[in-house]
């Protein structure tokens, strides 16, 4: 859909923004984000969820460049509840 996008939009392509919200960051899914979303972590792993970011902090680096790279990602959108778990990926992302 990203490449869809960029497409259709031709020359201004550059100035388009293509942002990802990640539900969860970890192996766990707190009770108010299921709530929330309707799913439990086990579908969310199932379905190979984009909302979903899972691993080591390493891991979660490489698969956050792989769909940058796959998808046009510009920036991610993380709760604020999931901070811990996110900043050991934002150093390992610095300068990338």
């Not at 490489?62 to 811990?84: I, M, T, W």
């Amino acid at each position: 859909m990203a490449t869809q996008l960029r497409d259709a939009a031709g020359d201004r392509a550059d100035r388009i923004e293509i942002a990802m919200n990640l539900f969860a960051v970890g192996d766990e899914l707190p009770p108010w984000t299921q709530r929330f979303i309707g799913v439990d972590h086990a579908t969310l792993v199932a379905h190979d969820s984009q909302t979903l970011l899972r691993g080591t902090p390493a891991e979660m680096a490489d698969e956050l460049q792989r769909r940058r790279d796959a998808y046009g990602v510009s920036y991610v959108s993380v709760n604020g509840a999931f901070s811990a778990q996110f900043t050991p990926v934002v150093e390992l992302l610095a300068g990338r």
